[in-house]
């Protein structure tokens, strides 16, 4: 509207300018030349006037272009960010919108030996947690994203959805849709007041139909992860921490932040030695490369504690004060196997479960006879992830599975054994036959050969059996357990 107000005023100041000059000339009757000057003049004011109008439209053809441009710009970004979300791709954060999205880092839901979880809402309304990893530096930029790449491809009902990352000087940010039940350790190890509410037990505790919904969820994801994937995805740290629970109760399998990629045509890969204590398998620890049946592993462990309520090992104070004090180990996989061959397998069940009843025989001996195949120290003796969820599901029956060594319960004893006298320096004396034997059976639990034993630096233990390799059964011990010897 006000570009045609200015053309009316300019046409119009040129027509009252020319009937101006025609009247001049009528009355004033000047020269011809006069004419002359004026007409140039004219012509110069009318050559201003028509660049300053040109110009005048080709700013705002440019400036709607610019406009419309900006506009597709945006519903381009728009759409490719929803691409993004709707097939899974994970986004790179700013660490200022992580700082946004957390509220500068305020609500703490979590942390662990190298990282905090913190909750936060993006600008869409969504509820996410932001986990930020910290000592990442053996993990280069490049390997970091393109891990990140192929772990949040990964779609599945009960993997906790990754949207996105975040590179910060040394930190690692991992951004996840948040679950709001929170962890299963919540639910199985606490020890609240019990309240009935339909099928589960409210106040932290479940019920077992529950327990064997929330086994069979994780031995799915778990499957997917090893079997459905292109590359295999190794977990490499499955405990209750990270097993997350929504309003359903439907388990989720989250935590990624160790997870290492597998191709098909390898048998199994090196890493260094991270994951949790009293979840790793033997393998592991003895720096012989991972598979996926160290997942395996690590569920039968998850599996048991889901069965009785309880971590599986716990340390009980048997008296004494001071240095005098007496620490007494139980290894619960133990316990169930004594239990199991006792006929009172019924004993190793939750007893908050025990006390409501209406509890299954048949069905709590199907899950123990899966955990017990799970955590065979021999990798080749536990089953595969597909097979966990035949069994769970009953499509296929569960053997009874063979004895294990158990190495852990000599290893165990060695601090009983420690409390029975001291040196003449006052230090405690170690039993060696104890130690030899727990060494001879932690070698024979590895399915490597000897030459391949021979290629890493042993230790300098004196027994015949003891060749053991740089990991002595104490290192062992205070890696593989919740607790410290």
């Known amino acids: 509207m006000e570009d045609r107000k200015a053309n009316i005023i300019a046409v119009s100041s040129i027509i009252f300018l020319i009937v101006v000059i025609i009247v001049a000339r009528v009355v004033l009757d000047l020269q011809r030349s006069f004419f002359l000057i004026v007409g140039a003049a004219v012509a110069g004011i009318l050559a201003v006037i028509a660049f300053y109008f040109i110009r005048r439209h080709l700013h705002h053809r440019r400036t709607m272009m610019e406009t419309r441009l900006a506009s597709e710009g945006k519903e381009l970004r728009i759409e490719y960010s929803f691409l993004r979300k709707v097939a899974g791709l994970p986004t790179k954060f700013r660490?200022?919108?992580?700082?946004?999205?957390?509220?500068?880092?305020?609500?703490?839901?979590?942390?662990?030996?190298?990282?905090?979880?913190?909750?936060?809402?993006?600008?869409d309304g969504t509820a996410v947690a932001v986990k930020r990893i910290q000592h990442?530096?053996?993990?280069?930029?490049?390997?970091?994203?393109?891990?990140?790449?192929?772990?949040?491809?990964?779609?599945?009902?009960?993997?906790?959805?990754?949207?996105?990352?975040?590179?910060?000087?040394?930190?690692?940010?991992?951004?996840?849709?948040?679950?709001?039940?929170?962890?299963?350790?919540?639910?199985?190890?606490?020890?609240?007041?019990?309240?009935?509410?339909?099928?589960d037990i409210g106040g932290g505790c479940l019920s077992w139909d529950l327990r064997s919904a929330v086994a069979l969820d994780v031995a799915k994801a778990l499957a997917y992860l090893h079997h459905d994937c292109r590359s295999r995805v190794l977990h490499l740290d499955v405990k209750p921490e990270n097993i997350l629970l929504d309003e359903n109760h439907r388990a989720y399998v989250s935590d990624f932040g160790l997870s290492k990629l597998m191709t098909r045509d390898q048998s199994r890969v090196l890493t260094t030695l991270r994951g949790t204590k009293g979840y790793l398998a033997p393998e592991w620890l003895l720096e012989l490369g991972v598979t996926e049946k160290s997942d395996v592993f690590s569920y039968g462990m998850v599996l048991l504690e889901l069965i009785g309520g309880r971590r599986n090992v716990t340390v009980i104070d048997t008296g004494g004060t001071g240095d005098r004090?007496?620490?007494?180990?139980?290894?619960?996989?133990?316990?169930?196997?004594?239990?199991?061959?006792?006929?009172?397998?019924?004993?190793?069940?939750?007893?908050?479960?025990?006390?409501?009843?209406?509890?299954?025989?048949?069905?709590?001996?199907?899950?123990v006879h899966v955990a017990l195949w799970c955590i065979q120290e021999k990798?080749?003796?536990?089953?595969?992830?597909?097979?966990?969820?035949?069994?769970?599901?009953?499509?296929?029956?569960?053997?009874?599975?063979?004895?294990?060594?158990?190495?852990?319960?000599?290893?165990?004893?060695?601090?009983?054994?420690?409390?029975?006298?001291?040196?003449?320096?006052?230090?405690?004396?170690?039993?060696?036959?104890?130690?030899?034997?727990?060494?001879?059976?932690?070698?024979?639990?590895?399915?490597?050969?000897?030459?391949?034993?021979?290629?890493?630096?042993?230790?300098?233990?004196?027994?015949?059996?003891?060749?053991?390799?740089?990991?002595?059964?104490?290192?062992?011990?205070?890696?593989?357990?919740?607790?410290?010897?």
């Not at 951004?175 to 009935?196: D, K, M, Q």
């Open 95 to 123: 660490y200022k919108e992580l700082e946004e999205i957390t509220d500068n880092w305020k609500s703490l839901i979590g942390r662990g030996a190298s990282a905090f979880v913190f909750k936060g809402i993006m600008k």
């Open 136 to 199: 990442e530096e053996e993990r280069g930029e490049k390997e970091f994203r393109s891990e990140i790449a192929a772990i949040a491809s990964v779609q599945h009902v009960n993997l906790v959805r990754l949207f996105g990352y975040c590179i910060h000087n040394n930190l690692r940010f991992l951004v996840y849709e948040f679950i709001p039940n929170g962890s299963l350790a919540n639910w199985i190890f606490s020890r609240p007041r019990l309240t009935t509410r339909g099928n």
């Open 325 to 367: 004090s007496k620490r007494k180990f139980q290894y619960f996989p133990k316990i169930v196997t004594d239990k199991l061959k006792s006929g009172r397998l019924m004993e190793v069940v939750d007893q908050r479960l025990m006390d409501l009843g209406g509890i299954d025989e048949k069905e709590v001996r199907k899950m």
């Open 379 to 485: 990798v080749r003796r536990r089953p595969t992830m597909l097979e966990v969820v035949k069994w769970l599901e009953g499509r296929v029956a569960v053997e009874e599975p063979p004895e294990t060594q158990m190495i852990v319960v000599d290893l165990l004893s060695i601090d009983d054994e420690d409390d029975e006298g001291e040196g003449q320096n006052g230090n405690k004396r170690k039993k060696p036959k104890i130690i030899a034997r727990a060494a001879s059976q932690l070698n024979g639990c590895l399915t490597t050969s000897t030459n391949s034993l021979q290629s890493k630096s042993f230790s300098t233990r004196t027994h015949k059996h003891a060749l053991l390799p740089l990991v002595t059964p104490f290192d062992y011990l205070q890696v593989f357990f919740l607790v410290a010897v």
